[in-house]
C-alpha cells in the first residue's frame, strides 16, 4: 500500500511516497495512507502546522502532488535532479509561497511564479556538446524542456548529452538514432526507465556505415521491441534514401519489374474498388463521433461525387453548418476517445470543422481515424514536431485530400477567388485544450513536393522572415496582411495531384 511519509528534521519536513513496508518507529516521522489524507484533510493540515517548520522538501513529485496543498510551509524545495514536470508546476503556480528550489522549470513558469513574488533558485550543473545543440536546433533551456525529438549522430553525442537532457526535458516522444550499437541501445533504455520516459519511440536510421551491425541484431532489436511494446515504446528502422536507392537498384530484375508491374495493375484495381468504402466508413466514423460527443450533426451529407481534379465550382454561395457546436466543452470527451486530441481546426466554407491530433511520428494518422482504426481516409493531424502549449514559429498541421471532400479534401476552395475574396474565409480557427485562437490568411499556392515549407523553427528573425518572404511570394492572391518577426504562423498541408502540395499559411491574430 502506497503511504506518504514525512520525517521532521532540523526544522525541515522531507515528504516522500513510499510503501508500508519501510515503516520505521520514530517520533519524528508520519505515515498518512492516500485514502486517510483524502478523507482527512483538515486534521492533516492542523497536525502539520503544529510543528514549526522554515522549509519542506520534497524527495519526489508524487508526494508533492498529494500533500502540495496541504502543506502551509512558504518555502518549498525540490530534492530531485529532473525538472519539475508541467503537473507539478500547474499546482505550484496555485500556492500561497515565496521560495521554490529545483533543477530547471522553463521560462513561462518562471514568470508566472515571479509575478507573485517567489524567488526561484536552480540546482543544477548543466551542460551540453556544442554538436548536439546546433543538431537539434536548441535556442535555450526553455526549448530543451518542451521538445519532443532530437537527435544523435554518434555514440559519444549520446553518452555525453542524453542523460543531461532527460533531466531537463518534459515531452520527449521521439529519438532519431543515426548510429548503432547494441550497447547504445540498451544504455539508452536504461536511461528512459531511469528518468520514467515511457512513451517514447526509438527510430534508428539504417545507412551503409551501420546496416551491417543492425542485420546481425535483427532478432534482438523484434524481441526487445515486442517486450516494451505494452509501454507504448518502439524500435523501428528508418531506411536512408542514398542507401535504399544504392541497394535496391543492385537487387531488383527484369523479373522482379515484370512481377511488380502485374502487381501494381492489381493494386489499382483494388484501389479502385475499396475507395469508395473507406470514405464511407470515415463517413460514418464522423457521424459516429457527432454522437459520441452529443454534438448535433450538420446538414451536409457524404458526397463522393467530388471531382479529384485541381478544378473547382464557385463557392461563393455554399454555406456549412457548423457540426460541432460548443466546441470547448467536447474536450474532456473527445480525450476519452482519443488522448491524441490536441485541437480544434475550422476553416470557414469548406467540410474542415475536425478535432486535431497528434502522436509521435507523422505517419501514424495518415491511415488510421480518431478511434484508432485503421482506413485509408487517416485523420487531421498536427507535426509531431510542435508542440502545443507552447507553440512553434510554424504549426504544421496535415490532412488527407479526399474526394469526398472529408478531411482536407475542400481546402481545394480555398484557391477560388470566390472564397479568398470573402473575408470572413480568410480567418481560421486553430484552438489548443485550454485556448481559443484565430488565424489570419496570407498565403495560399501550389508547389512541388517539398520540405521547405515544413519547418517548424527558426534560430534567428531574420531567417524567419526570410522564410515568410519567400512563402508570400508563391501565393495565389496577394493578402495584404502583415508578419513580424515576433509572430507565429499556422501551415495547413495537403496533396495537390502527383507529386504536388497545396499549402495555406495563416498568422496568429492579437
Not at 96 to 102: G, L, P, Q, Y
Not at 325 to 342: A, G, H, M, R
Not at 386 to 413: A, R, V
Not at 458 to 484: A, G, Y
Request: include cysteine; charge should be neutral; glycine fraction near 2%.
Amino acid at each position: 500500500m502506497k503511504v506518504i511519509k514525512i520525517e521532521l528534521k532540523n526544522n525541515n519536513y522531507y515528504v516522500l511516497e513510499t510503501d508500508t513496508k519501510s515503516f520505521i518507529e520514530d517520533e519524528n516521522v508520519l505515515y498518512f495512507s492516500l485514502n486517510y489524507l483524502k478523507l482527512n484533510k483538515e486534521n492533516v493540515k492542523k497536525v502539520l502546522a503544529s510543528h514549526e517548520v522554515e522549509r519542506v522538501v520534497y524527495l519526489d513529485f508524487e508526494s508533492f502532488l498529494v500533500m502540495g496543498e496541504l502543506m502551509s510551509v512558504k518555502k518549498i524545495k525540490f530534492d530531485i535532479d529532473k525538472s519539475l514536470t508541467r503537473k507539478v508546476l500547474d499546482k505550484l503556480i496555485m500556492l500561497d509561497i515565496n521560495r521554490v528550489e529545483c533543477y530547471f522549470m522553463p521560462s513561462d513558469y518562471v514568470h508566472e511564479l515571479s509575478k507573485k513574488k517567489v524567488v526561484i533558485n536552480f540546482n543544477n550543473d548543466m551542460k551540453f556538446d556544442k554538436d548536439f545543440i546546433l543538431n537539434n536546433n536548441f535556442k535555450n533551456l526553455k526549448s530543451i524542456y518542451y521538445r519532443k525529438k532530437i537527435s544523435f549522430y554518434t555514440e559519444e553525442e549520446v553518452k555525453k548529452n542524453l542523460r543531461g537532457f532527460l533531466k531537463v526535458n518534459n515531452s520527449l516522444k521521439l529519438i532519431d538514432l543515426y548510429v548503432y550499437s547494441k550497447d547504445i541501445i540498451e544504455y539508452i533504455i536504461i536511461e528512459l526507465d531511469t528518468y520514467k520516459f515511457k512513451n517514447v519511440s526509438i527510430f534508428i536510421h539504417q545507412n551503409a556505415s551501420n546496416a551491417l551491425e543492425i542485420r546481425k541484431d535483427v532478432e534482438y532489436l523484434r524481441k526487445l521491441n515486442k517486450k516494451y511494446s505494452n509501454e507504448d515504446r518502439e524500435i523501428r528502422f528508418i531506411y536512408e534514401e542514398e542507401y535504399f536507392n544504392n541497394r535496391i537498384f543492385k537487387e531488383l530484375t527484369i523479373n522482379g519489374f515484370k512481377i511488380c508491374m502485374i502487381f501494381l495493375m492489381y493494386a489499382a484495381l483494388f484501389i479502385t474498388i475499396s475507395s469508395k468504402y473507406h470514405e464511407y466508413i470515415n463517413y460514418l466514423n464522423l457521424r459516429k463521433l457527432e454522437k459520441d460527443i452529443e454534438l448535433t450533426p450538420s446538414i451536409d451529407e457524404v458526397d463522393d461525387t467530388t471531382s479529384d481534379s485541381d478544378n473547382i465550382e464557385d463557392t461563393s454561395t455554399t454555406i456549412y453548418i457548423n457540426k460541432y457546436q460548443n466546441i470547448p466543452t467536447t474536450y474532456d470527451k473527445l480525450l476519452t476517445i482519443n488522448k491524441d486530441v490536441v485541437g480544434w481546426l475550422k476553416v470557414n466554407n469548406t467540410k474542415i470543422n475536425y478535432p486535431v491530433t497528434q502522436t509521435n511520428n507523422n505517419e501514424y494518422y495518415l491511415s488510421h481515424d480518431i478511434y484508432g482504426n485503421q482506413v485509408r481516409t487517416g485523420w487531421v493531424f498536427m507535426d509531431y514536431r510542435n508542440g502545443i502549449k507552447e507553440l512553434d514559429k510554424n504549426t504544421i498541421i496535415y490532412g488527407h485530400n479526399l474526394k469526398s471532400g472529408y478531411m482536407f479534401g475542400e481546402l481545394l476552395n480555398t484557391t477560388s477567388s470566390s472564397w479568398y475574396k470573402n473575408q470572413d474565409n480568410l480567418v481560421i480557427t486553430f484552438n489548443s485544450l485550454d485556448k481559443e485562437m484565430k488565424w489570419k490568411v496570407f498565403s495560399i499556392y501550389r508547389v512541388d513536393n517539398t520540405s521547405e515549407y515544413l519547418k517548424t523553427s527558426f534560430s534567428l528573425d531574420e531567417e524567419f522572415l526570410e522564410f515568410v518572404s519567400d512563402i508570400k511570394s508563391k501565393s495565389i492572391n496577394d493578402f495584404n496582411v502583415e508578419v513580424t518577426s515576433t509572430d507565429k504562423i499556422l501551415t495547413l498541408s495537403t496533396c495537390s495531384g502527383i507529386n504536388r502540395r497545396l499549402v495555406v499559411h495563416a498568422v496568429l491574430m492579437s
